[in-house]
């Protein structure tokens, strides 16, 4: 009797266990979105392994929305078109577009590839005044925008 309830109490603690396993993005963590985005952020994100799959950190303010995107994959799903301004030190062949969503809201999107890892870091909805990191980067020109900042990590991580 007492290994049978033994037993079932395992079981329910397992279940439990596996129950409470939180979904992660390999990519970039919910902090580094949220302080990106700027407040508290949810997220979804599947994916097979290092090298495929796709995140979404979603923040919602009032009636709107603010959406940072991550898809990665070795399929080229470049939404950039020719053209579009290139990135310098951030994979390879990495280029910056902005474009409207198929809701017309305006995305700024960052593609590119790491070997044959291909990458897609978009933010939909964001205003151009996005929080930006360390006061000594407010006032350089030269310093990453919060897009590239995200861009970089994703790809560093593909390397």
């Not at 080229?76 to 969503?101: D, I, M, Y």
Request: proline share 6%.
């Amino acid at each position: 009797m007492k290994s049978a309830l033994f037993i079932a109490v395992l079981l329910t603690r397992s279940a439990g266990a596996v129950a409470q396993t939180e979904t992660t993005c390999p990519w970039l963590t919910i902090g580094t979105a949220a302080r990106m985005l700027g407040g508290d952020v949810t997220m979804t994100a599947h994916s097979t392994s290092n090298w495929d799959g796709s995140c979404a950190f979603i923040r919602t303010i009032a009636a709107t929305s603010q959406t940072l995107e991550i898809l990665v994959g070795r399929d080229n799903t470049h939404p950039c078109p020719e053209g579009s301004q290139p990135v310098a030190a951030l994979g390879n062949e990495a280029v910056h577009c902005r474009r409207k969503t198929a809701k017309g809201e305006p995305q700024d999107t960052i593609a590119g590839r790491v070997r044959d890892v291909f990458f897609v870091v978009s933010i939909t909805g964001a205003s151009s005044e996005l929080p930006s990191s360390p006061e000594s980067q407010r006032f350089d020109p030269n310093a990453a925008s919060p897009l590239e900042r995200v861009a970089e990590q994703v790809s560093g991580s593909l390397y």
